[in-house]
């Protein structure tokens, strides 16, 4: 008989630490993680690039049911991100992206595709995944939900020194501002917004390292 398989949630605002630690977590673990922020961002890459109309709802739900986004396991165990076949790992990651996604992520057309494909890729496999809607909406059974959260401040810095480290030029106030923005728009829309699941564990993780908030949540499951 095969193994019982498992879904551990991290949802939880920007900037919080969700991904580098579902991330490591699934690691330790040895399972697959899914970064289900990447397929927003993919998607919105390949709208920006065909110069589509952020606001056009149905184009955007069709231009989902006609892309293909899928996970490419590297042999580090990192995921690579790819757009109809194009490896995108990068490129998703530009602040243009990141101030679009907005728009691609509030359409319910887009997000019933999207939920559909996590709930595939789920599929007969354990895995650790990190969004905004993986505990609420996605996985409402998985073993484990976490809402991961930090203050403001640290937030903001730790998405400031990525983005000096990637050699961009930005400023701390612009970026908080920027970050606070976006948590706004995901905790407001209206399909699926940002929330915590009422059965979802909250990690504080300011003050504490990737590490140090793994360890955190390694003693709070049993698996
Ligand atoms: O986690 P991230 O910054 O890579 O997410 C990118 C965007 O996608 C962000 O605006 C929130 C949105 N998102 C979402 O709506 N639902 C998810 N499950 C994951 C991300």
């Known amino acids: 008989m095969p193994a019982e398989t498992f879904v551990i949630t991290l949802d939880g605002p920007a900037g919080a630490g969700k991904s580098t630690v579902a991330k ?17 961002r993919a998607l919105t890459l390949k709208a920006l690039r065909l110069k589509m109309d952020m606001s056009d709802e149905e184009a955007l739900t069709t231009l989902t049911r006609n892309t293909k986004i899928v996970f490419k396991e590297m042999p580090d165990g990192s995921l690579n991100v790819t757009l109809d076949g194009e490896d995108v790992s990068v490129a998703i990651r530009a602040p243009e992206v990141t101030n679009n996604t907005f728009y691609v992520a509030r359409v319910a057309g887009v997000r019933s595709l999207m939920v559909a494909w996590q709930r595939q890729i789920g599929q007969g ?26 203050d403001v401040e640290e937030r903001a810095g730790r998405r400031y020194r990525e983005l000096i480290a990637a050699g961009k030029t930005v400023t701390l106030d612009q970026v908080r501002t920027d970050m606070l923005e976006r948590d706004q728009k995901d905790f407001n829309r209206v399909v699926s917004p940002l929330k915590k699941a009422p059965d979802a564990i909250t990690v504080d993780s300011t003050g504490l390292t990737v590490e140090g908030t793994v360890d955190k949540i390694m003693k709070l499951i049993q698996l």
Request: hydrophobic share 35%; glycine share 10%; aromatic share 14%.
């Open 24 to 40: 490591s977590l699934a690691k330790r673990l040895g399972v697959t993680y899914l970064d289900t922020g990447a397929m927003y």
């Open 125 to 150: 496999r354990s895995i650790v995944t990190d969004g905004r809607d993986q505990g609420t909406v996605v996985f409402k059974d998985a073993r484990y939900k976490f809402y991961v959260d930090a």
